[in-house]
């Protein structure tokens, strides 16, 4: 920043280092990354393009949840080995594919509705996890059997080919499927996930900068000014999260994606067709964090 005098790029972007604050200590402290911050704020709240927003969301948390994971290891946290790599496949094969073929056909209005609707879904999801749900919670997965890999990897890729569109998504598909699923503990599932996002991030990131060549130079520049912060705000909020119980994170989390929807119906003023694709995203999310999961009954209403 010496070197090339850009200081002053905290004059005019100072809104974003504000916005981080927040985005890196949620990223550290739970099964959503940075970008679930960034981007409906980038795009509902500050007007700008869901490209921009998505490519920033790799960029920081490329940076952020990677200081994360580097302290979760140093700290020799639990992580569930298994549930990252598998997922990571996944993840690896849906950004890939989904950059190539979803994100060119995906408008900007329709891609924060998508951003919305798919969060509900999880937000749903959460609130059942840690509210409603009576289940015998494991520190690790079973022995999982080739079909169970298998579509393991097929959520890693429906998550992945969501993060191609938003910046991120992998994490909240992969954390609520092995928690309804297979009862996996919020504290294992939660470092995990914030690892397997970290190296969704990474891919995300290399891919616009230097295969696609789309990063554009304001999401560069927001990224500038946000380093500072998501360096220490991510590994800050993993820490916190050993500290704190997971229901309070949950219900503010759960209530900021609440915000978020209602935010997006009031800014964007969805006509039918796009409310139709948003019911769609939103069935979408429920089908792999219910449906899915339903199979081996580790969940139950109370």
Request: charged share 10%; glycine share 8%.
């Amino acid at each position: 920043m010496a070197q090339t005098a850009s200081w002053g790029l905290f004059k005019d972007n100072w809104f974003m280092t504000l916005t981080m604050v927040l985005g890196s200590f949620i990223a550290g402290a739970s099964s959503e990354g940075g970008g679930a911050i960034a981007y409906p704020a980038m795009t509902l709240l500050f007007n700008i393009e869901p490209d921009v927003a998505r490519n920033f969301s790799f960029a920081i948390q490329s940076f952020g949840m990677t200081f994360a994971a580097i302290w979760i290891f140093l700290s020799k946290i639990e992580i569930e080995k298994n549930y990252l790599f598998l997922a990571g496949i996944g993840g690896f094969i849906g950004i890939i594919l989904g950059s190539y073929t979803i994100v060119p056909l995906i408008k900007p209005d329709y891609a924060k509705m998508m951003f919305v609707s798919f969060w509900l879904s999880f937000g749903i999801a959460l609130w059942v996890v840690n509210f409603i749900s009576k289940r015998k919670s494991v520190r690790k997965l079973p022995a999982l059997k080739r079909s169970q890999k298998i579509e393991l990897i097929a959520v890693g890729i429906i998550g992945g080919l969501f993060s191609s569109v938003l910046g991120n998504g992998i994490d909240i598909c992969t954390f609520s499927y092995v928690v309804l699923k297979y009862g996996l503990s919020e504290k294992v599932a939660t470092p995990t996930s914030v690892m397997l996002m970290a190296s969704n991030a990474i891919i995300g990131f290399i891919l616009h900068l230097f295969v696609l060549d789309t990063m554009q130079t304001e999401a560069i520049n927001y990224l500038l000014v946000c380093i500072p912060v998501v360096i220490f705000g991510a590994p800050l909020g993993a820490y916190i999260i050993t500290l704190i119980g997971r229901k309070t994170i949950s219900s503010i989390l759960i209530s900021i994606i609440f915000v978020q929807f209602v935010t997006a119906l009031f800014i964007i003023r969805p006509e039918s067709e796009l409310l139709l694709f948003s019911a769609i995203i939103f069935s979408v999310g429920l089908l792999i964090f219910f449906v899915l999961t339903k199979r081996n009954g580790t969940y139950q209403k109370l």
